[in-house]
């Protein structure tokens, strides 16, 4: 029980750290026109349409890896609750103990290397959306990173 809680913890700690990349704009004339505080007015917009149209698709949000960790940590229980069950032992206790398990390995691994398995960004299509967005807004992206 006590390796749930550090890992659920854990979990929220890493949550709460998470901020997800954004769009870098080339500075072009329509981003010297504009300004930066207005450019990123027009990306908070880009991002906010995406986010309605097509899903919210960041695979590095706090959201994401909470859904990642919260399917690992019921594997990982269920896994546990069979294993106990299997060897004699408690189910409740391998299921504790698989759940904790699974889920401090899926928040250190997403600490410890952060674009396994998420290549680094958004889904691809969120990504699209966002820079087909600004380009009809006159930007040109060069890549997205966290800010």
Same mark, same amino acid.
Request: hydrophobic share 40%.
């Given at each position: 029980?006590?390796?749930? %809680?550090?890992?659920?913890?854990?979990?929220?700690? %890493?949550?709460?750290?998470?901020?997800?990349?954004? $769009? =870098?704009?080339? $500075?072009?004339?329509?981003?010297?026109?504009? !300004?930066?505080?207005?450019?990123?007015?027009? =990306?908070?917009?880009?991002?906010?349409?995406?986010?309605?149209? =097509?899903?919210? !698709?960041? /695979?590095?949000?706090?959201?994401?890896?909470?859904?990642?960790?919260?399917? /690992?940590?019921? *594997?990982?229980?269920? *896994?546990?609750?069979? =294993?106990?069950? %299997?060897?004699?032992?408690? @189910?409740? /206790?391998?299921? @504790?103990?698989?759940?904790?398990? @699974?889920?401090?390995?899926?928040?250190?691994?997403?600490?410890?290397?952060? /674009? #396994?398995? #998420?290549?680094?960004?958004?889904? $691809?299509?969120?990504?699209?959306?966002?820079?087909?967005?600004?380009?009809?807004? !006159?930007?040109?992206?060069?890549?997205?990173?966290?800010?």
């Amino acid at each position: 029980m006590r390796r749930l %809680a550090l890992g659920l913890s854990v979990a929220l700690l %890493a949550l709460a750290c998470a901020t997800p990349q954004r $769009p =870098v704009l080339y $500075p072009n004339r329509q981003l010297e026109r504009v !300004g930066r505080e207005h450019a990123q007015q027009d =990306v908070d917009e880009c991002l906010a349409l995406a986010a309605q149209d =097509v899903g919210a !698709g960041d /695979r590095n949000t706090g959201e994401g890896m909470a859904k990642r960790t919260a399917a /690992r940590t019921a *594997t990982g229980a269920a *896994t546990g609750a069979a =294993v106990g069950a %299997a060897v004699g032992r408690s @189910a409740a /206790r391998g299921a @504790a103990g698989g759940a904790a398990g @699974a889920a401090t390995h899926s928040v250190v691994g997403a600490i410890l290397h952060p /674009r #396994r398995g #998420r290549r680094g960004g958004p889904d $691809p299509v969120f990504r699209r959306y966002v820079d087909r967005c600004l380009h009809e807004r !006159g930007y040109d992206v060069l890549g997205w990173r966290k800010p």
